[in-house]
């Protein structure tokens, strides 16, 4: 499949995009971090940044894996299945290798710094112990499963995908249904917040249909091909299911049916509630993303340098980030006020620091 303008701006807003998920959350919003200046869901000022990071959670890292779904056939057509799977280690597992040597390490020692403990004996004790720490690199290692069970699928017999329609609203319903139900039914097992091997299997329920779906519209370019209606019914359905979730939170206390659970799963509505929302809310926001990027023709230079580097400002953005919230975390200011700083300086670090790194010819030709 042949790389268009519009999917690679797309992967570098999605980028930036996670970096902000992140600097969320060391605000105030709920997610897994290395460092947290406000608890979570702690004061006023921390229900704008979890509305976000939830409305981010939905679709954000699911698609991701629709476009590294889209280009997967294409690369395993074209190194076979052998040489597909070791580029696949050395684009995927060699980052996810670094992290987990040195740069997850050094984000764990400077997020526990904030507390007064040296970097150096939290160092010490994470490589002592030998703690798996791979921190946002879980997408390279889901990525490298999927695309190790890709290669399974073909080598069994299974043919290449052939060009067939976009999916109709129907199908798409069908998709979200399945998709939800998948998700309430892992999260009975493995609520969210709870990790595998570093993974939160709650969410993979999208992940998989999102990657197949990327891997079976390939030969049709499903990517840049969003049919009119279906941007429209869509959008429209996530407008009307996006309060559904705050709302159900903030009635739950008053109302009968959904007191005794909440959203990370288990047998009850909010639960139930959250599986469903997600989809909904996903795939009109996907489609309205994909419709949008794909108007793209051209990428001006400062686009074509962030996509260039997009995956490795993905990979170095944890200790940047948490190294420039711990450098005024001193300082009073109100905490979307920071959100909005940190934010933009981490973007801004990241994109230098990222260009300076591709000067390396290993790197470059890992990242």
Known sequence: MQRQAGVDALRAALTLLVLFHHTAITYGAIGGWFYHEVPAGEGAQSKPLILFCTVNQAFFMGLFFLIAGS????AFTRHGAWPYVRERLRRLGLPLLAFVLVLGPLTAALGQSADGTPISVTLGAIWRHHVFINGPLWFAQALLIFSVAYAVWRLAG????????????LTLALAMLVTGAGAFVLRLRWPVGESVYGLQIAYFASYIVLFAAGC??????WLHTVPALQRRVWGAIAAVALPVLPAAVILAPHVAALRGG???????PQAAIYAFWEPLVAWGIILGLLSRFARVRTLGPVWTR????AF????????????IALAWRHVQAPHLLKFAVTGTA??????????????????????
């Open 216 to 221: 079976a519209g390939a030969a049709s370019g």
């Open 312 to 323: 490795a400002i993905y990979i170095i953005h944890p200790p940047i980030l948490v190294a």
């Open 306 to 309: 962030l996509s260039r580097r």
């Open 262 to 268: 909440d959203t990370s799963g288990g047998w009850n």
């Open 71 to 74: 280009f997967t056939p294409g």
């Open 158 to 169: 299974r043919p290449a995908p052939v060009p067939r329609p976009f999916p109709t609203n």
């Open 346 to 367: 981490t973007c801004i670090a990241c994109y230098l620091v990222a260009g300076l790194l591709l000067r390396v010819p290993a790197i470059r030709n890992t990242v």
